[in-house]
């Protein structure tokens, strides 16, 4: 969490970057202190506190302070372990296992409810009003979107995944009010995915963006579900940045499926489910 607010840090408005500093000076000490007194330690009002906790995706100071409080005391840590050369495969099992165990421990206590409510509300009011969900990644992102796209189009969502740069840019130029372009990247820093958000946000459309705190794209959609982690975006192959956005697919295909599922749903799963039982082997 700290490291996040780290990397927050420079796009923050100067007040806030105020208090973010003072969360990293004494992180113990801003999760019991009240707001009066965080306030006056940073020189700035009340409201700027608050401001700054939703600047960060969460829900309100006390959004903030508990998950800050978790992250602080429960200490689960991130190490990264990385694989050598020389390492055994019984090796390769554990460090790699172990730092995917730890990318999900983190955010399990970092994750902003706020933010990823907001993305739910977006997605099930588009799925409810028979809109357009897209999602668009590249390279490994764009696996992702794929994934996304496999989950959302058995709930009878209109969607589709692109990974191609001009397919992305003339899918968002159709884009409407209403729909919602679903944006995977783990730099945040692709130009093909940024130019696709600037003509959805022109278009009306609600843009969701998963990716790393502090980037261009974490600034660039109407919603950012952060996924930070300390592997570098210029990796070869990414593991952890994948496995964690498949994680969080998987967190908002299950919230939109219970908030637009019920009677309706569960009628479209079974029959599908019934329709693949002939594609297998008795």
């Known amino acids: 969490m ?11 408005a100067p007040a806030e970057q105020r ?7 004494d992180a113990r000490a801003f999760a019991n202190l009240p707001i009066s007194e965080l306030a ?6 009340k409201p700027t506190v608050v401001r700054f906790c939703r600047s960060l995706g969460y829900d309100g100071l006390t959004d903030f302070k508990r998950k800050l409080a978790g992250s602080v005391s429960e200490g689960v840590p991130f190490i990264h372990r990385s694989v050598d050369t020389d390492d055994k495969v019984s090796d390769v ?3 790699v296992i172990d730092n ?23 997605l099930s009011l588009a799925c409810q009003n028979g809109k357009r969900i ?7 992102s764009g696996i992702v979107a794929q994934d996304a796209q496999h989950k959302f189009f058995r709930l009878g969502v209109n969607t589709i995944a692109y990974s191609d740069g001009h397919m992305q840019v003339m899918s968002a130029s159709l884009l409407v009010p209403g729909d919602c372009l679903v944006v995977i990247s783990n730099s945040g820093r692709t130009r093909d995915l940024m130019d696709a958000t600037d003509i959805a946000r022109k278009n009306g459309a609600t843009v969701i963006v998963i990716t ?14 952060s ?3 300390p592997e570098g975006y210029d990796r070869y192959s990414p593991m952890v940045s994948r496995l964690l956005h498949l994680m969080i697919i998987d967190i908002l295909a299950t919230a939109v499926a219970l908030r637009v599922g019920g009677v309706k749903l569960q009628p479209l799963l079974q029959d599908m489910k019934n329709n693949l039982r002939n594609k297998r082997y008795a």
């Open 2 to 12: 700290l490291d996040r607010i780290k990397a927050c840090l420079p796009s923050l």
């Open 19 to 25: 208090v973010g500093k003072l969360v990293l000076s």
């Open 40 to 45: 006056d330690r940073a020189h700035v009002s």
């Open 93 to 95: 099992v554990v460090k």
């Open 100 to 122: 995917t165990v730890s990318a999900f421990l983190k955010y399990r206590n970092d994750a902003s409810t706020f933010a990823i409510g907001k993305a739910v509300d977006a």
């Open 134 to 140: 897209e999602f668009i990644g590249v390279g490994n």
């Open 212 to 225: 790393a705190s502090g980037s261009p794209l974490a600034a660039a959609g109407h919603v950012h579900l």
């Open 227 to 229: 996924a930070d982690h």
